[in-house]
């Protein structure tokens, strides 16, 4: 069996309908496809508490290797330059892009949000082939 890890950011209000699908496809990841609960990161409103920045996230991704295979899945508010799960924080696409180009496994990037094709912009350049968007 192909290892993958998973990250799942969602909208940090947990009255915001994205954070209920984060939590659903978490679920799916877990009871479905054979990960565990620790092969999948998941970054939500209990996150945002504890003062969730660009940091945890990227660390999250830097222990994927970059060999295995990652989903990346986002639900919740979104811009052209990235997903903007709170007032103050944007993730910008282009950042996203420059930290995974070192990736040569697959990625499946899932976008649920509001100008969510404005990633394939970024991604598309990617070194990684076997993208999925």
Known sequence: MIEM???????????????????????????ETGMT????????????????????????LYKATINEPIVIYYAGHGTEEGWNPKDDVIIYYEILAKFLDSRLAPLI????????????????TLKCRKLVL
């Open 5 to 31: 890890k998973a990250l799942i950011v969602s909208d940090f209000d947990k009255e915001i309908f994205s954070y209920a699908d984060s939590a659903r496809f978490f679920d799916y990841l877990v009871n």
């Open 37 to 60: 609960k620790d092969d999948v990161v998941f970054y939500g409103p209990a996150e945002a508490r504890t003062g969730i920045n660009f940091y945890n996230i990227f660390l999250a």
């Open 109 to 124: 990037f899932i976008n649920d949000c509001c100008f969510g094709m404005a990633a394939a912009d970024y991604l598309s």
